[in-house]
């Protein structure tokens, strides 16, 4: 490699007659990825906690079976209002029967599952799900997860930034953690029953692929659960726009989403989600591909700007201004989450649209053009 290519292809941080090389320690590989960061915007400004963290920076437990990771307030200490969870279960393996205090949201990244659940009713559910298919799972309420012939990979989100995947409720941890004569009592059977039962938590397991779904349901005597704990969110049909598409999913058309509300938003190369912000709540992001960067404005004269790329999770606090721009030359395509009944979010252009111009000429002096192109912002591109 020649001089010349080295200095080309290794970013530097000086632009605008600021700045300076650097001639190391430095990590080339992640400056390379964070274009933004190693030479922010010159309107960025002031002091804005870190808005970003990646599942490759998170611990990862390793189990018989498959993995997981979380990245929470502990991860992300700015992101109090969820907690998500990257989980790996090879062909037939389980995550096993338990329950947890946060309410739990997931999306389908890779291969299949099939997930179960009982609720306080006696009624119960069992679905098969596939790649850009939701469950939701309300606090409290026990579920399973169990992958089928192709394995599988998702994200799981929970309505609190302090969860932990560490510290769910776990059937055969409880088990462990009882005196068998209880157990013989509350079964009404021989002690000699749960001679063999695990002296500690599976947590995640191997297991064989299950059978089809008509062949494993389980017949309540209450009948079914009336909830539809699973959402095909990938299969709505998307609201179009000329630089992508988003799908709304809340608890309009998903009725037990009642604390998680998401947008999975894509976008083409070079394409913008307009500057908006959200009027009721944190915004929790997962970008599952491509190269983006977000600029938060956060008041007071602060704004930052990050790079995302697949497997990034992305924050923004509640009220501040944003756009995410597509800087790369594939798709970009990520979830926006909010614990929230419903999804919500202000376009800059359309409350611009909406105003009258002479008062919002007073304030900005745009051109004449700009001012004439706002009359089309009345209904914002992916308001849903
Ligand atoms: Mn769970
Ligand atoms: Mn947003």
Redesign the pocket.
């Known amino acids: 490699m020649s001089l010349h290519d080295l200095l080309t292809q290794t970013p530097q941080p000086h632009q605008d007659g600021k700045g300076a090389d650097d001639p190391g320690p430095r990590n080339v590989e992640r400056d390379r990825q964070n274009p933004d960061v190693l030479r922010p915007p010159s309107t960025d400004h002031g002091t804005i906690p870190n808005l970003r963290f990646s599942f490759s920076d998170a611990h990862n437990r390793l189990e018989k079976g498959g993995w997981a990771r979380e990245v929470t307030v502990r991860e992300l200490p700015v992101a109090k209002t969820l907690a998500g969870v990257n989980m790996r279960l090879e062909p037939g393996a389980i995550r096993e029967m338990h329950w947890h205090k946060e309410a739990e949201w997931a999306y389908m990244l890779v291969g299949s599952a099939r997930i179960t659940t009982v609720d306080q009713n006696g009624q119960n559910f069992a679905d098969d799900v596939a790649v850009g298919d939701l469950w939701f799972f309300p606090s409290g309420i026990p579920h399973s997860i169990q992958a089928l012939g192709d394995g599988c990979e998702f994200l799981l989100v929970f309505d609190d930034g302090e969860f932990s995947e560490n510290s769910t409720f776990l059937i055969t941890d409880w088990f462990a953690h009882t005196p068998k004569e209880v157990l013989a009592a509350n079964f009404g059977v021989a002690a000699s029953e749960f001679e063999k039962i695990p002296a500690k938590e599976l947590y995640i397991f191997p297991g064989k692929v299950p059978g089809a779904l008509a062949t494993q349901q389980v017949e309540s005597p209450q009948g079914p659960s009336p909830m539809q704990f699973s959402h095909r969110m990938l299969a709505q049909a998307p609201i179009r726009t000329p630089g992508g598409t988003v799908r709304v999913t809340d608890s309009q058309n998903f009725p037990v989403a009642t604390t998680v509300a998401a947008a999975l938003v894509e976008l083409e190369p070079g394409a913008i989600?307009e500057m908006?912000?959200?009027p009721t709540n944190d915004?929790w992001q997962y970008y599952i591909q491509g190269q983006a960067r977000m600029t938060v404005f956060a008041a007071g004269g602060k704004a930052r700007t990050f790079n995302y790329q697949a497997g990034d999770v992305g924050y923004?606090p509640f009220a501040m201004g944003?756009y995410i721009q597509n800087i790369g030359d594939t798709p970009v395509r990520f979830l926006?989450l909010f614990r929230s009944a419903r999804y919500a979010?202000v376009s800059l252009k359309q409350w611009m649209a909406l105003t009258p111009p002479e008062l919002v000429q007073a304030h900005l002096h745009l051109g004449d053009a700009a001012l004439a192109a706002l009359v089309k912002e009345k209904k914002p591109v992916f308001r849903a």
Do not use: A, K
């Open positions: 989600r908006h912000w959200h915004e923004v944003h926006e979010d």
